[in-house]
């Protein structure tokens, strides 16, 4: 990966520049909350529901008991521009911003965190790839032990164990069920079957992180007329789907081949809400729901 500028403790560095004591208690307990947010490349750089993001990663900030509120929007912006020019970014990113403990300290650290925001190149999904999957005998977190909820690094260790499995069964991605055996969510991405015409997602309470992207879809499902239950969701029922696809900020929308399918191809209402996607986070559609930001750059772009 090519050694971009990131904003690290209050400077702009090289990332291979930025660096944590091995004994942080981040680095050994996987103690940050961040975000991973989209900015997409048009006649300008658009950020995708950054507003949601900055709530979600405050939210995140107060469950792990950090003292610190998340910066501005327009703070964020100000250093993303300076980013962009810094290096010369000219397509579609991916930003991580992420608060952590950069200080020696145990687990319960109460010290005060820092954050960076690192940005690196990361394309749109193209509409023809799919994704093979298997119900893991790994179960999502529960949220009475670990919530879900919190974008916590720590929390994706549970993410990786199942990942490990679905590749040892020749899979590419896991489905997670939760504990009391109703589909929760994969690996970075929340789940939606369709059963005829009805889009179905697990429901918040089945152990799944409050997506920002389930909740676009969701929205545009609805502006269309289209039924959306949210609600617990069956290993047999989901079994049975005729479409599956995962959705995330990184995942954007992802064709998943349901198990029992043979012939496969790409279902009609993935493809729908694969092209609506598109049009939403490049603010050429969906323009009233505010979705974007766009970045303007005055004089210099
Ligand atoms: N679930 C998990 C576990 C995730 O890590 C992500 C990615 N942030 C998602 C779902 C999708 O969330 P969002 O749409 O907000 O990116």
Known sequence: MKDYFIFFNNKFVRQ????LPVLS????????????????????FYIFRLEDHLKRLNNSLSRIGFDTKVISTEK????????????????????RFTYLIDEIDSWSSNKSPVYFIAPFIRERNS??????MVLSDTRRISSLAM???????????????????AKSKGADLPILKNKDNYISESTGACVFIVKQEDVITPSL??????????DTVIKIFQKNNYKVEERRISEDEFVESDEIFLCGSTAEITPIKPIKKRNFKIGDLTKFIFQ???????????????????INFGKRS
């Open 276 to 294: 609506e996607y598109q049009l939403a986070i490049t603010a050429r559609s969906y323009k009233n729901y505010a979705w974007t930001t766009k």
């Open 205 to 214: 309470d089945c152990d799944i992180l409050e997506s920002i992207t389930r």
């Open 127 to 132: 509409s023809d790839t799919y994704k093979t």
């Open 25 to 44: 208690a981040s680095s050994q307990f996987g103690l940050n909350v961040f975000e991973g947010i989209r900015v997409y490349k048009e006649d300008s």
């Open 147 to 165: 919530d879900p909820k919190i974008k916590c690094g720590a929390n994706y260790i549970n993410g990786r164990y199942a990942l490990i499995e």
């Open 16 to 19: 291979s520049e930025a660096t």
């Open 76 to 95: 964020f912006i100000e250093i993303l521009k300076e980013l962009i020019l810094l290096n010369d970014l000219n397509t579609d990113f991916s930003i």
